[in-house]
């Protein structure tokens, strides 16, 4: 039996995701190496935007991918461009974790408890932007870096931050989620696309590889994840761009079917769009792209700048 080469990013987030993707392979009987990768997202400490967007994480990967350095690539799925790369596909989604926001506040405290002027850290135009229209009179400051060190910034002192909102699903993952002092809900917050998903890629026409990947698909969230990334794409929004979208498989009279929303805000606060649409599983990234549309017509370019930087390219790596 050959031995499946998985690659991941060196983080301690990427190394954990690797390694249930890894030990699922396992438990199906491959034999798995990891391979660790280094992006140039992960040695910079530009701005993302500045780099090209969220694909500096994927790009690295998928380059060993093409090259036959690596057999498999494990990313959050939320860091793929919506447009494929020729010569790959994304063989496996596996059940996805909860795709919720999380707060991270000093002293425990809610959202709701923070009060005016309370400064939040985050690298999310997205995050910002929801968080804005909620009223509140926050204050907000970019951030980068791991969990760890954006964790460490939230205290009391002088250049501390009173909270910082993260992927619930990367909390989880790394077990810090007791840092968590509230679950931001989907009317308060909607959720990057593909946000708590695993993208698991391989080269097209790699038969012994799909074939391994194949049982790890979940239907469901294969489902979900392409009807929000099928709002991204016809959006044509890029990874500056402040967009939401969240799809839950739901039951109706004649069986499950898709129910998606999805949110454009301005930056600034002054306003957004919600909109939310229902159908089958099996037209996801039609509904996706339907929903998009309808934004487009009810004046989301005039809301928000939804070509920022790169069009292809998810909505951010905020976990």
């Known amino acids: 039996m050959t031995t499946l080469r998985l690659g991941t990013r060196r983080s301690k987030l990427a190394m954990t995701q690797s390694g249930h993707v ?47 350095e690596i057999d498999i690539a494990v990313h959050s799925l939320k860091d793929l461009p919506t447009t494929p790369e020729t010569g790959l596909v994304v063989a496996a989604i596996p059940a996805r974790v909860d795709p919720r926001d999380a707060l991270c506040a000093r002293d425990g405290l809610t959202l709701g408890e923070l009060g005016e002027g309370a400064v939040i850290g985050t690298g999310s135009p997205r995050r910002r932007a929801q968080l804005a229209c909620l009223g509140l009179g926050l204050e907000f400051r970019d951030i980068r870096g ?6 460490d910034l939230v205290g009391p002192g002088e250049g501390q931050l009173d909270a910082i909102v993260l992927a619930h699903a990367g909390l989880t993952r790394s077990g810090l989620q007791g840092r968590v002092t509230e679950l931001l809900e989907p009317i308060q917050m909607l959720s990057a696309p593909g ?6 890629e391989c080269r097209e026409g790699d038969e012994q590889v799909l074939a391994a990947l194949r049982p790890l698909d979940d239907a469901e969230t294969r489902a979900a994840v392409t009807a929000e990334r099928g709002v991204l794409a016809e959006l044509g929004a890029g990874c500056a761009a402040p967009v939401g979208a969240l799809a839950e498989v739901v039951d109706d009279v004649d069986g499950p079917i898709l129910s998606l929303r999805a949110v454009v805000a301005a930056t600034d606060g002054s306003g957004e769009l919600r909109r939310s649409v229902t159908g089958p599983l099996g037209e996801a990234e039609d509904l996706g792209r339907r929903l998009a549309r309808t934004l487009i017509a009810d004046g989301a370019p005039a809301l928000a700048d ?3 930087t790169h069009p292809t390219t998810a909505s951010e790596h905020a976990q």
Request: aromatic fraction near 2%.
């Open 22 to 68: 890894a030990d699922a392979l396992r438990a199906e009987g491959h034999d798995v190496e990891i391979v660790e990768i280094v992006t140039e997202g992960d040695t910079s400490r530009a701005s993302l935007a500045s780099m090209g967007g969220h694909g500096v994480f994927a790009s690295a990967l998928r380059e060993a991918l093409l090259a036959g």
């Open 195 to 200: 946000q708590g998903a695993l993208g698991v």
């Open 306 to 308: 939804l070509s920022a």
């Open 146 to 151: 791991n969990l760890g060190t954006r964790l």
